[in-house]
């Protein structure tokens, strides 16, 4: 739901005097210096009438809203699960923790849309205005005009970060969901930079979600180095904060494929840049994070020709007469699966695999133009090994083999649908685990011993809810960036396993039993951190709590980013949760 604030005055927007001091950026509804209305509907003109106060999402579906209203509610619970409808609105975000403030917030139960979570509607985090930015000058009016009233910004597309970093109260949010724009270029010439001219470039607008670029891309010929679930904006957070997906351990990370930027820098000029035009810049959006040294308006990336897509899907259930043979089943596949994990990572094999005490799913993938020999060589070890195990009930074990990657979409959104699915509650716990923990039989058992002791866990926790631990194989081994050309952790390019405890809920926990799961989301992490020191975590997919998140997830890159960070934002307009510059627990 979008409201216009309508607008008396056609007047522009001041703009606000180059300055290295921060001014907090705290200015919140009821203080002076909040905008008269008269103001926002200076701004509202000023960006052509794209100016909206915040409604959440569900709030047409509760009663006692200002904003009820019976048949808009309809449209919203039919679309409450569907994660990309869901992202084509502002006031939501993909997990509800983030649309909440403690205990307030407009969520709708997920498992019946038609019932509400809360007694009342309210904001919760999100911003109380946001800007639905259609071109570059009106991201460049918002920046002006919050530094004039000294109020936070926030940039949001879909919402669809663990951390909530798009979301912020009290703010002025931009909103790049509408900069949808697609483009590609056979024959790319870069601003300003030879050296950075290319062939099969293609251009993605801010706001573009990975289905659309999928299926507009693979139109031409070619594949993007996008991310799993197709309802990411995979040019913001996704594509500057790593961006990892089925093409990963061929390609590289997104970043790694990143060739020129259209950006926003903190005084609201926009620029070009590559590796030619503000080269640090460049490196630290390469990498560093996204919503923290200016607002990406464009990404231009390196695409691919387009090649069959081959997987392979291993179904099991752990035999569960007791809990112990259920651990058995567990510690038997995992160990099968880490054993095979050189020989997958040496055929640049990746996927996906999430286990749970009660059972394990497999879905492997290698984009390769062959009919599936190679992936059938790479696990025809691990499919033998698997079919027989003594405490393992094999539900399916079988390969598929797709002639494109988008019609390899409509199979895997089936199953993006069913692992992560929109409208829930959410928790992560995350490690890289590097490649020496695969070399040896003991290292292999330590391993195998730290995720199940980390599900294990998990499960006390959150007893009645949804946990398991999801092991991701897309890591790039095959980019080695030795001369440091993006700024990704380094820990990701000695990464075999990208491991993920999960959980999940649909009701708001109390603030206590909250308080308990996150803290012990983090000591499940010990023992993976035990067995990775100096190593790290990725950034889009790990624990919002992590204490030492400067080293975890920046690794030695993080003191150079904060120098970029200075140089281009010096009043830190831009700030979000644990990026490179946090102002920390004093916001």
Not at 478 to 505: C, F, Y
Request: with cysteine; aromatic share 12%.
């Amino acid at each position: 739901m979008r409201f216009v604030i309508s607008f008396i005055f056609s007047l522009g927007v001041a703009f606000a005097a180059p300055s290295t001091i921060d001014p907090g950026y705290n200015c919140r509804p009821g203080q002076k210096c909040w905008p008269t209305l008269q103001e926002w509907q200076q701004l509202n003109h000023t960006v052509d009438g794209h100016l909206y106060q915040t409604i959440p999402w569900g709030a047409p579906c509760y009663a006692n809203s200002t904003y009820y209203n019976a048949a808009v509610c309809s449209v919203v619970e039919n679309d409450y699960n569907n994660s990309i409808p869901r992202g084509g609105y502002y006031g939501q975000t993909y997990w509800p923790n983030w649309e909440a403030c403690g205990t307030s917030g407009c969520s709708l139960l997920s498992s019946n849309p038609e019932e509400t979570l809360y007694s009342t509607c309210s904001l919760g985090r999100l911003a109380t205005y946001f800007v639905d930015a259609r071109n570059t000058s009106h991201i460049s009016s918002a920046l002006q005009f919050a530094k004039v009233h000294n109020i936070r910004i926030s940039v949001k597309n879909t919402g669809h970060d663990f951390f909530g970093r798009s979301t912020v109260p009290n703010s002025l949010a931009i909103w790049t969901h509408n900069l949808k724009s697609l483009d590609f270029h056979q024959s790319f010439t870069a601003h300003n930079c030879p050296s950075a001219n290319a062939q099969n470039v293609g251009e993605m607008g801010a706001g573009v979600i990975a289905g659309d670029a999928y299926r507009f891309f693979n139109s031409h010929g070619v594949d993007i180095t996008g991310g799993y679930e197709e309802s990411v904006g995979i040019a913001g957070g996704f594509g500057q904060g790593g961006g990892v997906g089925d093409y990963t351990t061929t390609y590289g990370l997104m970043v790694d494929n990143a060739v020129e930027f259209e950006v926003i820098t903190a005084e609201g000029r926009v620029r070009t840049i590559n590796e030619c035009n503000d080269p640090e810049l460049f490196w630290a959006m390469r990498g560093g994070g996204g919503g923290t040294y200016a607002i990406l308006t464009k990404y231009r990336v390196q695409v691919y020709p387009s090649v069959p897509v081959h997987t392979y899907n291993f179904l099991a259930t752990f035999k569960d007469t007791t809990n112990a043979t259920q651990q058995q089943g567990l510690r038997e596949v995992l160990t099968a699966h880490a054993n095979s994990q050189i020989i997958w990572s040496s055929q640049l094999v990746t996927g996906q695999v999430d286990y749970s005490t009660k059972g394990v799913s497999f879905g492997l993938v290698l984009p390769y133009a062959d009919d599936g020999s190679k992936l059938k060589r790479a696990t025809a070890s691990f499919f033998q090994s698997v079919s027989n195990l003594t405490y393992v009930n094999v539900l399916e074990n079988n390969y598929t083999s797709f002639s494109t990657y988008t019609d390899y979409l409509a199979f895997s959104a089936i199953d993006a649908r069913a692992t992560e699915p929109a409208g829930i509650f959410s928790l992560l716990a995350s490690r890289l685990l590097p490649r020496h923990l695969f070399n040896a039989p003991e290292t292999v058992d330590s391993l195998v011993s730290a995720v199940i002791e980390g599900m294990e866990k998990a499960r006390r926790l959150l007893p009645l809810q949804r946990t398991g631990a999801q092991v991701v194989l897309e890591t790039p081994l095959s980019t080695p960036d030795n001369n440091q050309k993006t700024s990704a952790l380094p820990a990701w390019r000695e990464a075999m396993w990208h491991v993920i405890h999960v959980g999940e809920w649909y009701e708001p926990l109390a603030p206590t039993a909250l308080q308990k799961a996150t803290d012990g989301f983090l000591e499940m992490l010990e023992p993976l951190k035990k067995l990775s020191p100096g190593g790290g975590a990725y950034f889009n997919e790990a624990h919002y709590g992590e204490p030492d998140w400067e080293q975890t997830f920046f690794g030695a890159n993080y003191d150079r980013l904060l120098e970029i960070k200075n140089q281009y934002d010096p009043t830190h307009i831009f700030d979000c949760y644990k990026c490179v510059g946090w102002r920390g627990e004093k916001e």
